[in-house]
C-alpha cells in the first residue's frame, strides 16, 4: 500500500491527525502532492534524490522545521455531523413503582 492509499484510512481511523507526506513523487509530479493535500495531508515535503551529506542533512533540517511548525499550530477537529434526531432525555423511574429488588438504597 502507497502512502496516498494509506493516508485515507489512517485519518478514517485518527481523525484530526497531521501528516507530513515524504515522497520522490512529490517533486516530479506535483498532481501527486495536490492529491496527497486534498486527501488530508498537512505537509508535503521531498525526499531527497541523492545520497548527498549535504542535501540529506538539508532534508532533515526541512522536514523538522514543518514538524515543529505542525505541532505548535492549533490542531482542527474534525466537522461533526448534527444529530437528525433529538437526543432522548433519560426517564428516571419513580422508585415506588419498582420491585422491591431494584429500588435505590
Known amino acids: 500500500m502507497d502512502g496516498i492509499t494509506a493516508l485515507p484510512e489512517l485519518l478514517k481511523i485518527l481523525p484530526g491527525t497531521r501528516v507530513i507526506m515524504v515522497s520522490t513523487l512529490t517533486q516530479r509530479n506535483a498532481t501527486i502532492s495536490m492529491k496527497a ?31 515543529a511548525h505542525l505541532r505548535r499550530a492549533p ?10 434526531l ?3 432525555r433519560l426517564q428516571i423511574p419513580n ?5 422491591p429488588s431494584r429500588r435505590l438504597a
Open 95 to 99: 422508585q415506588q413503582r419498582l420491585h
Open 37 to 67: 493535500l486534498g486527501l488530508g495531508a498537512s505537509e508535503y515535503i521531498a525526499k531527497p534524490s541523492s545520497q548527498d551529506d549535504q542535501e540529506v542533512q538539508q532534508f532533515y533540517r526541512e522536514l523538522l522545521k514543518r514538524y
Open 86 to 88: 433529538p437526543i432522548p
Open 75 to 84: 490542531r482542527l477537529r474534525p466537522k461533526r455531523k448534527p444529530h437528525s
